[in-house]
């Protein structure tokens, strides 16, 4: 996310109607009138400013893989979010708009997890290309049903779609999970690395066990059954 800065108009428009105020009751044509005009403007305009100052929102940044069909795909999937948070808006049912929310937070922690990492874009193809897509056609249905619902009609309906999104609700989670986990998996493999090089590079104090001290660490039951030969 990041802030922009919306500028008001409304000031402008303030100043506009003060001068033009000035120039119909007092004329424009002297050098007084003017003087006038640009001091009533000036302070409609700040009038304007302190009654409709400029807006600071906050909105989201355009993806920065380093892939570019990555990027088209995160900026398509963040435009079906927001149609899907759109169709939530619309539905009033509170059990079925909380799994929504879910739904909409949980795809938005797998697109940041694809911005950070790329290369797992194999394994969110049907994903984004689907999933998201179905999800978004389910909604989208029941928004428009929703004035029928609201009158106790397409109940068998609407009961349907909650449980779908019971289910992809669900799905959502572990996909995510499965993201997580084979994230943590690369970093192991990383560590893993860095780790042999720096013991082939002498870099480590860590000294390699003795064969019989790893022979007791690694078999808690060495030497039990030896201690009466003795």
Not at 86 to 104: C, F, K, M, T, V
Request: glycine letters at 6%.
């Amino acid at each position: 996310m990041e802030k922009k800065t919306i500028r008001s108009g409304a000031p402008f428009v303030c100043a506009g109607a003060g001068v033009l105020l000035v120039a119909l009751t007092l004329g424009i044509g002297t050098v007084a009138q003017y003087i006038i005009a640009a001091a009533v403007g000036a302070a409609a305009f700040a009038v304007g400013r302190k009654a409709f100052p400029d807006r600071v929102v906050e909105v989201e940044r355009a993806p920065q893989s380093g892939n570019a069909e990555v990027d088209a795909l995160i900026a398509e999937a963040r435009g079906q979010l927001d149609a899907i948070a759109a169709a939530n808006d619309a539905i009033a049912e509170p059990e079925l708009s909380a799994q929504i929310d879910d739904i909409e937070a949980t795809c938005r922690r797998i697109l940041a997890l694809l911005e950070e990492q790329p290369n797992m874009l194999s394994s969110l193809r049907t994903f984004l290309r689907y999933y998201l897509p179905a999800t978004l056609k389910l909604l989208d249905a029941r928004a428009r049903l929703e004035n029928e619902v609201q009158q106790g009609q397409n109940a068998q309906i609407a009961a349907r779609i909650r449980e779908a999104m019971a289910a992809v609700q669900t799905a959502f989670h572990k996909q995510l999970d499965a993201l997580s986990e084979y994230r943590f998996i690369n970093l192991e493999s990383e560590m893993d690395v860095l780790a042999d090089m720096l013991k082939s590079d002498g870099l480590t104090d860590e000294a390699p066990a003795a064969p019989q001290e790893a022979q007791k660490e690694e078999d808690p039951f060495a030497g039990l059954f030896t201690q009466g030969e003795k």
